[in-house]
């Protein structure tokens, strides 16, 4: 199995609902990302987990909530977002530790619209 | 901080014509280069990717070559196809916790039939 899979596939939330995005991959890598993508743009990286701890943090507002409950999946919780955090969310995963492991593997992303 | 920079924004080229990005990352502990094309609606996909301690690499129609003393790295397309139409993606990518990997800010390449 080469795949990440992320649900929703699509998701429209008002200002001041809270919902959550999900990732699951069974490939045994223990790297897990978040990226958001604007339209036009590239993937702006916002999450890191290595081994299910958190390793970077790109100075993400704490609108998004990351979490890692176990080494196959990995969740972005959203809470009071604005209009401005309409994107793509991609979720991507990699081996982790030292040599060949950087190769991300992407799921097909979240389209998420906040009305 | 961190910065890849990516060059043109736009590329059109007659097929069966070559076609060349370029880009250039700033934090020299950078040690691999993976190249994404993104269609419209789709997730990004490796196409080819080099690691620091090659110069070039090679597969099929497409190459890639690093200089790592000027932080260049370039995408070569030979004999374009219609297909190879979409968004292209440079990046720079360093071990810390899992990879950091952070992206060019894309060409549009467009092959004209």
């Known amino acids: 199995d080469t795949e990440v899979t992320q649900t929703p596939k699509h998701l429209v939330m008002g200002m001041t609902n809270k919902k959550s995005l999900k990732c699951e991959q069974h490939?045994?890598?223990?790297?897990m990302y978040w990226y958001k993508q604007k339209a036009k743009k590239p993937p702006e990286l916002m999450f890191v987990?290595?081994?299910?701890?958190?390793?970077i943090n790109e100075s993400v507002p704490s609108r998004f909530s990351p979490e890692c409950p176990n080494s196959s999946l990995l969740n972005l919780h959203l809470h009071a977002l604005q209009p401005e955090d309409s994107a793509l969310y991609l979720c991507?995963?990699?081996?982790?530790?030292?040599?060949?492991?950087?190769?991300?593997?992407f799921g097909s992303g979240t389209q998420l619209s906040v009305l | 901080g961190e910065n890849v920079e990516q060059h043109p924004s736009t590329l059109s080229v007659q097929e069966g014509d070559s076609a060349v990005i370029k880009c250039t990352y700033s934090?020299?502990?950078?040690?691999?280069f993976p190249w994404y094309k993104q269609e419209l609606g789709k997730r990004p996909q490796l196409i080819i990717d080099?690691?620091?301690?090659?110069g070039e690499k090679k597969d099929q129609r497409i190459a890639v070559t690093l200089n790592k003393t000027a932080k260049h790295f370039s995408l070569h397309i030979t004999e374009t196809q219609p297909e190879d139409s979409a968004v292209y993606f440079c990046?720079?990518?360093?071990?810390?916790?899992?990879?950091?990997?952070?992206f060019g800010a894309g060409t549009r390449l467009f092959v004209k039939a």
């Open positions: 991507a995963s990699s081996q982790a530790g030292t040599g060949a492991r950087e190769k991300l593997f």
């Open positions: 490939m045994g890598h223990r790297a």
């Open positions: 987990y290595s081994y299910e701890k958190l390793s």
């Open positions: 934090d020299s502990a950078s040690n691999y």
């Open positions: 080099i690691r620091s301690n090659v």
């Open positions: 990046a720079a990518s360093w071990p810390t916790g899992g990879f950091k990997t952070i």
